[in-house]
């Protein structure tokens, strides 16, 4: 089964030319995009917002670990102060 739809594809090729006749530019900032996997995360975005078959965004692992570590911990249980009885 495929990753991507044909649409989606033909997406990323239109933005690459472009990306390379120097006329993409990035969202709000309006920056030359210079970089190809930024060209390619421009257009994956924009076909998404199409409707377009494309994968979820990408979640870094750092994030899904870092998340899953602070939800299984809990916090350690405390005892109840004891006090030691003296004898005078």
């Given at each position: 089964?495929?990753?991507?739809?044909?649409?989606?594809?033909?997406?990323?090729?239109?933005?690459?030319?472009?990306?390379?006749?120097?006329?993409?530019r990035?969202?709000?900032?309006?920056?030359?995009?210079?970089?190809?996997?930024?060209?390619?995360?421009?257009a994956?975005?924009?076909?998404?917002?199409?409707?377009?078959?494309?994968?979820?965004?990408?979640?870094?692992?750092k994030?899904?670990?870092?998340?899953?570590?602070?939800?299984?911990?809990?916090?350690?249980?405390?005892?109840?102060?004891?006090?030691?009885?003296?004898?005078?």
């Amino acid at each position: 089964m495929a990753k991507y739809s044909k649409k989606s594809s033909e997406k990323v090729e239109e933005v690459m030319k472009e990306m390379k006749a120097g006329k993409l530019r990035s969202g709000r900032s309006g920056k030359k995009v210079t970089n190809p996997k930024q060209a390619i995360a421009i257009a994956l975005s924009e076909a998404r917002a199409e409707g377009d078959k494309v994968p979820k965004k990408a979640v870094p692992k750092k994030m899904v670990a870092a998340k899953k570590a602070t939800t299984k911990k809990a916090a350690p249980k405390k005892k109840a102060a004891t006090r030691k009885k003296t004898t005078k």
